[in-house]
């Protein structure tokens, strides 16, 4: 029983020195933030020294303390940076504000008016930033939805764009007309300057555009299905199959180039004869009295001699008479061969003969033929003379449509900074945003 009191007096003793030892050490600490506060205005070493006071008492009931730690705080608390700091260095400083009014009763003193006011401007100051911090987040939160909705709407757009893509390898020129050739997959169609597919890219491999017609033809070389379409009236039609122009032809052969009255000369194979064909009105153009064609030839010495089976005779020597291409120009063969031989131009009397390199010769139009000379192209009057190229009068497109290619296979048409699909339209990215985000 001895032993155990005299334990316990022990135990009591020590915890009474420590307890002791452990207020002499705070006092020391909080006297050195004193002095640093009051003395040398230096809040942030007083802070420092004050935070190591409290790791040795487990409360403080000075009510000299509890101000002097409410000012340390509230003047570190303009040390810092964030807001979310700040704030919290003024709670700890109300903190220690309010425990004043705890420890004093007496609410007359100049120093309890003194401590009211601090405190008061604490809790302004807390209001403010609370206030300040708050209004930040709703800025934060409404930015967030605005750039969520920014994103969304770029998202749609992005999808509308690409549903107003068109899906091709190349988008030729437009001509007058509005419409263009284009390739797709090795093949030609044509397009208009809305995008619209006119005629499929399905079975064309090649494809000729010249003053409003287009020619789309099943081989590059010796075709034997063309696609002949009027870009004036936006009609289209298969020319008649070759062997209901001669029976004996397999292919069109050598096409020359659709002129603007609509005519198109070919030289299709097996023939003694170019097969003129008129694309406005879908018909072959034929000589329809041969005989009393020669017999005014002769009358006007363009030839010397003619016969019923439709040869003629010039300088000597006979040829087959292949037709007439337009503008006095007629087509001769020789009898063993279906390659033209040359031409005769009434004009002149004269021929234009392959020895001098003529090979086709194609319609007439507005003073001028097409010609095919040692394999270059060039262009001809009614006398066989080079003159400058023909211009093609469809040429030239007036629309406001611009074609974008956007990546290999993929393009857009664009009319005023509108992408548009047929009847579709999307205006460009910045005032699509500027005029759903509000709503």
Known sequence: MIKLLLIFFCFISFTLTNAQSNADIANVYLKRAKEAAETNANYKEALDQ???GLKFVDSISDKNIVTLASLIYYENYQLQTDDKEKIEFLKKSE?????YFVLEQDNTTEEYIKNLENLILIQETIEELETKLKKEEEDRIRKEKEYKKIDSLKSLWSKKSESLSI??????GFN???LALYKKDGNFG???DRGRIIVEATDYKDAISSEGFILLKNKKEQPNKIYGFNTNNKKGFILPSVNKFNSLATHYGQLMLPRGNGRLVMYPDNSFEPMVYDLNVKKRIKITNKLELLKSLKKEDVIDRYNKDGEVKINKEWYQF???LGGGIYSLYFENSYKVHSFLSATTKKILSADAGFEYIGAYYKDNFQA???G???WINQEGAEVSDAKDAYKKYLGASKVVKLAMGKYQITRNNVIVLGDLELEKLSEFLLKYKKN
């Open 190 to 192: 044509v397009i208009d």
């Open 95 to 99: 903190t220690y504000s309010r425990k």
């Open 50 to 52: 004050f935070e190591k």
């Open 376 to 378: 270059k192209v060039i």
């Open 167 to 172: 899906r091709v390898d190349s988008i030729y």
């Open 322 to 324: 292949g037709g007439h």
């Open 176 to 178: 007058t007309n509005k």
């Open 372 to 374: 095919i000379k040692k």
